[in-house]
């Protein structure tokens, strides 16, 4: 008997919220056959200055999923087959569960099919595996040999497939393959947080304190070999420089194609050192200050989003010498403030 377990996180921001969700992964369970090996949640918070500025509770679930080792059809369908998921998922235990589903008599696939289907279908709701799966889904329809039970587990696969498709259609015209080393321990891969997104969003490795006028170097643990013809730019990200004053020092920062060092982000502080002074005169009228107002530190937590990647398409520029250049047109040598402010 093979045994595959599939452990998943949910972010609820109400503990009966977090019930309700393992509640309801124990009716699945109950209703397509599968078992929950646990379930259970945890309080946490985030804390700046030591005062509580968000909580959550975190909900872990892990399913598991028994099959038959019995062999009902060739190696070469299965390694053919998991070829095609482990481009699909990059997961080796998603592999050996389709492998091993597909080993089963048909009375048992039929009982086991369905959990392994939805449990499937779920993780298309990442933004960026939904991504993957637009580009490789069609692959499915080269698989051959299967009973009609299985081929129609097969088609629903990539009925899932085609609604990302349908998803991504319009979003992306071609995807770039970047080749990507981890330089440091606890690197979390950029990710896109919605499916039509320009920027993937950066995580800070460690905790930073940001001082009024500072500016520090950020680290994100990552190197990249950018094809000739692009490049990543670094950007900030909108609601911190709205809630703070933190920016992305030479916004937008570039990655050029031929860098082959660990990317980093200029970070700085904007705010002023000193906010404010009062002061009095004393009898001989010099300045006695009184009190002054220091800018405020600011704070990046690991784990937070700090800067977004935007991919970019890079056309080189071809200058030529002209006697003159054109000045026919609606604007002319008009600039600064020109045509004004209404």
Known sequence: MRTYKETTEIICFTEEEAKQVIENYRKDAREKGFTIGSAGYTYKTKKAKGEIIGELWLVKITEIFNFSTQEKITKEDVHQLSSIMGELSGKEDTLEAIGGLLNLPEDKFALLAPGVLD????????????????????????????????????????????????????????????????????????????????????????????????????????KFAIPNGYELQIRPKSGRCLKTKLRVANT????????????????????????????????????????ILHGADHYIHKGEKFAQLVLAEVPKANFYLVNKVMEDTERADGGFGSTGLK
Request: include cysteine; charged fraction near 25%; glycine fraction near 8%.
């Open 119 to 222: 449990s499937y279908l779920r993780s298309l709701n990442n933004a960026n595996t939904r991504l993957l799966f637009a580009q490789l889904g069609q692959k499915i329809d080269t698989l051959e040999g299967f009973s009609a039970q299985k081929k129609d587990f097969l088609k629903q696969l990539a009925n899932g497939l085609a609604n990302c498709i349908s998803e991504t259609q319009g979003i992306a015209k071609k995807y770039i393959q970047i080749p990507y080393e981890k330089c440091r321990k606890g690197v979390r891969m950029p990710e896109y947080a919605h499916i039509d997104d320009s920027g993937m969003d950066l995580y800070a490795l460690e905790d930073y304190t940001i001082h009024p006028g500072e500016t520090k170097l950020i680290p994100t643990g990552l």
């Open 252 to 291: 937008p920062a570039t990655i050029d194609a031929g860098f082959r060092g660990e990317v980093c982000v200029i970070i700085e502080n904007v705010e002023a050192p000193i906010q404010d002074i009062t002061y009095e005169f004393d009898d001989n009228g010099h300045p006695i200050i009184t009190s």
